[in-house]
């Protein structure tokens, strides 16, 4: 089946650890995007990419690395600068085409500070 | 400052009822919209979007409504049922520009049976 592949579900970190978090899509999207959700909160955007190698800052995007060398990778990484990693992250996926297209979710992985 | 606004952090409905979830926004450059539903635990799936060329799109038991000049956007899902229980989020982006999604903070239904 087709879809966004996010992990590890849940994640841990100790202080002053750098952590990557994995997605993979297999839906041939162009773009690709790293959001976070706090409690209570809407989906905040860390970094976006619209094509391979290549990729933008979003709202949040201190604290945070991303790469995206393959189409179907796009890979986050939460620095040690980052000073509240706590959250739930969601990466998204979308297809270019002449008509508007949705983004759609992986299932998102909790990291947690020990 | 929020540039999408969901109101009502929760909202609860009896099984076949009208549920109707809200969403402002300020920005006037936006020209889609999207809802998305959220489970506990699991990333968001996409519902219904609507394009800032129409004011009305429907999809089965939901449908969304969009209000240009009052900058509002509301969902009507009818008749609502039990598996609707989760997190509704309100999206909107600039298609003409980055096409990132800005998300309200959400609203949690509950439909009682």
Redo the contacts between chains.
Sequence with gaps: DGG?T?SPKYLFRKEGQNVTLSCEQNLNHD?M?W?RQDP??????IY?S?IVNDF?K?DIAEGYSVSREKKESFPLTVTSAQKNPTAFY?C?S?RHSQG?Q???????T?LSIL | DQQVKQNSPSLSVQEGRISILNCDYTNSMFDYFLWYKKYPAEGPTFLISISSIKDKNEDGRFTVFLNKSAKHLSLHIVPSQPGDSAVYFCAASDQGGSEKLVFGKGTKLTVNP
């Design positions: 966004i996010q773009a995007y959001y209570g909160q809407g989906l905040r955007l976006y619209q933008q979003g969601l998204a979308r508007i949705p983004q759609h979710f992986g299932d998102g909790r």
